[in-house]
């Protein structure tokens, strides 16, 4: 392909130095703004055939309840529910679960990971979460090695929660840390703080969870170069299976870019772009010194072959996701699907019968490859043959330019059959994704 926009060029990139708002992940394609609410009753249609047989099938829950709103945060989350509101949200979600498990693409297939994302699942009390896992099994059995995943926010974790979670079968604890120092955690927002990250996790450990991952995130406001530095230290001697780095984004939907506004600023109060990526290559480095692997551009992880990451590849590979509950998104027989994004019309559309799609979009064969291909370089390399073999498309023909020009500018090493990212390719590694788009999504995400 040719002309295309420079993937490298920061002129035409989203990768500006000052952090401004918006969002630069890639989290999926084609991008949300294309998903459409035309498209939801070929969603429906495409239910009614029996799915192949090969392809797995990973169910996400999502709770959208938190204790606090966190200043970063971009999601729908509610911080004033009740029980009887929460337990009415669950049977809400279990009537969505019900209607797909009855649906012929669904039907008699069991669940190869599960994952309780938000919010935060762990909000949820014990006996919620019985409840709502033993509905889930019986909707949708669980294969008896299946990943269970399970976000949790530290400062919600007493002995009890942690037990619970432990008891309706999850393998892998996703622990929200984010930072060590408390003057970070609370001017950011977060509900937790650094003496409940230390409880929570040795209990956590006590309990033998199979795989526990902590969150960091690079470049909070506040952050300096003595509090990152004790923040790895204080990572590193946790000892977790996996760590995972963000860097700090200001999305629209936040109350830092709200406070930006009203000040009538652009650049966002934290640090910028090659500050957090150097925070993030000196974390990496120090993981490394301690034993670990890097395996994408977030993680490292002390034992690759024993800790996977199985929901995150399998739904890289076009993994089939039944995603339940408010703002949740799917991928079901190649089609991408979002629900209603707030409670009311989530629940209504439950009430009335209906499923609470919200908007849709029909992947082609080309926009499967692109959006494989692009997903899997997260994980800083790609094998071309793989991409030869499953989609009949060569990667190093169909994106000739932009591969050539990574290399060109040092983020990336390439042959004939592979292209490895550099450690620098590898930090911008989401800047870098947007100039492998198809012409026709080659505008920047803006979320919506
Ligand atoms: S805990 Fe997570 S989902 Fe909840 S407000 Fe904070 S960032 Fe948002």
Redesign the pocket.
Known sequence: MSSLQDPVNPEQSPGQQSTEAGNYFVSNYPPFSFWQPQQVPALKEALLTPAARDIPLGVYFHIPF?R???H??Y?K?YTDKNSAEIRAYIQAGMKEMQHYASQPYLKGRSARFVYFG???PSYLSVPQLRELTSQMKDLVPWESDAEIAFEA?PGTLNETKLEGIAEVGVTRLSL?VEHFDDHILESN???HRSAEITKAYRFARSLGFRHINIDLIAGMMNETEEKWQMCVRRAVELQPDAVTIYQMEVPYNTTIYRDMKAQGKVTAPVADWPTKRRWVSEAFDAFVAAGYTITSAYTAVRDPKRFSFVYRDALWEGADLLSCGVASFGHLAGMHYQNQAEIGPYMEALDQGDLPIFRAYATSHEERFVREFILKLKLGRSDFAFYRQKFGIDPRQFFAAQLEQLAAAGFASLDADHIVLTRSGLLQVDRLLHGFFLPQHRRYERYT
């Open positions: 938190c606090k709103r966190c970063f945060c999601f989350v938000g919010g935060t926010e929200g927002g977060r509900a």
